[in-house]
């Protein structure tokens, strides 16, 4: 079976996650390739802090939008979450020291100290709102995330709702200062560190949204025929689920075909029985099976070979 339902015109956000080594980043830039062969104009994009694309394409990325010399509709961009992360604090630095200031005691000298800090999981919410707003320019048909190995993803997946956590310790905070203010001025009027708290918890809701909506986003798994990667895939399916983000879709990478000698036999028996017990536990997923490559598939060429075997 191959991966369907990715042409869709309403689908605009498509997800590759699973364990490191598997494929992910191939399957997405093959995807990437065969959804702009076939009249899509498609941003690649990678979130992994170990950036891989430009490995998978054959061509240096960086962090800016480049249009892919020889594939018509098809661009690449690998994220900094360290910069989107440095351009938010840049942004809102005037902001987040009004929410201290007249929050809580903290001096000038305590402020620095605390907005020095890094705050969990900021770096990851801002490098997702980063893809939200490519999304919201319309520039592209389609946006495919080749994301980082499973603990970092679902980090990225699941943290608005730990900073939606964050967001109401300087709510409360706030609205402490606004009873000061209204019972000593007798009236409070909102100004930036509050427009600051809105805008948060927007960029919040606009990540679970667009997550949450099947119409829209389609996550993907990308797993191997080895236990540990199966135990990894059932996890990571598993706390999607949790969050309201369902998975259709499941890519076997790496089966092995060939059993021309003795290695290969026990090694495709052994793939043999983890293949049934993949098709036992997410017996619910399109599985689509993708034989074991003779050589890495890096470049143009063999990752259009790639999506013969994607979307036959």
């Not at 005037?94 to 605390?114: G, N, P, Q, V």
């Not at 667009?210 to 399916?237: G, H, Q, W, Y």
Request: with cysteine; charged share 30%.
């Amino acid at each position: 079976m191959a991966l369907t339902g990715l042409k869709e015109d309403t689908l605009k956000l498509v997800l590759f996650g699973g364990k490191g080594g598997v494929g992910k980043t191939t399957c997405a830039t093959s995807t990437g390739l065969y959804l702009a062969k076939e009249g899509n104009k498609v941003l690649v994009i990678s979130t992994d802090p170990a950036h891989s694309l430009s490995d998978s394409l054959g061509k240096e990325i960086g962090d800016e939008i480049k249009q892919i010399e020889g594939v018509d509709r098809l661009s690449a961009k690998e994220i900094s979450a360290e910069k989107a992360l440095s351009k938010f604090k840049i942004e809102y630095d005037a902001e987040l020291r009004r929410l201290f200031d007249t929050s809580t005691y903290l001096d000038k000298e305590d402020i620095d100290s605390i907005l020095s800090l890094p705050i969990p999981g900021i770096d990851e919410v801002m490098g997702f709102k980063t893809i939200l707003d490519l999304i919201d320019e319309e520039k592209f048909d389609k946006y495919i995330v080749d994301t980082a190995p499973t603990g970092h993803a679902l980090r990225l997946l699941t943290l608005p709702e730990l900073l939606d956590e964050w967001i109401k310790v300087l709510a409360k905070m706030r609205w402490k200062y606004r009873y000061m203010v209204t019972s000593f001025a007798g009236k409070y009027k909102p100004d930036s560190a509050d427009d600051f708290l809105l805008t948060m918890k927007k960029t919040v809701k606009r990540i679970e949204t667009v997550l949450r909506d099947s119409n829209k986003c389609e996550f993907i798994a990308v797993t191997i025929p080895e236990d540990m990667a199966i135990l990894e895939t059932e996890r990571l399916i598993n706390n999607l689920n949790k969050y309201g983000i369902k998975v259709k879709q499941l890519v076997v990478n790496n089966v092995l075909e060939l059993r021309d000698c003795e290695f290969c036999r026990e090694r495709s028996k052994a793939q043999e029985e983890y293949v049934k017990q993949i098709r036992r536990k997410f017996n619910n997923l399109k599985i689509t099976i993708i034989p074991l490559q003779p050589r890495e598939v890096t470049g143009i060429e063999a990752l259009d070979k790639f999506t013969n075997l994607l979307f036959q």
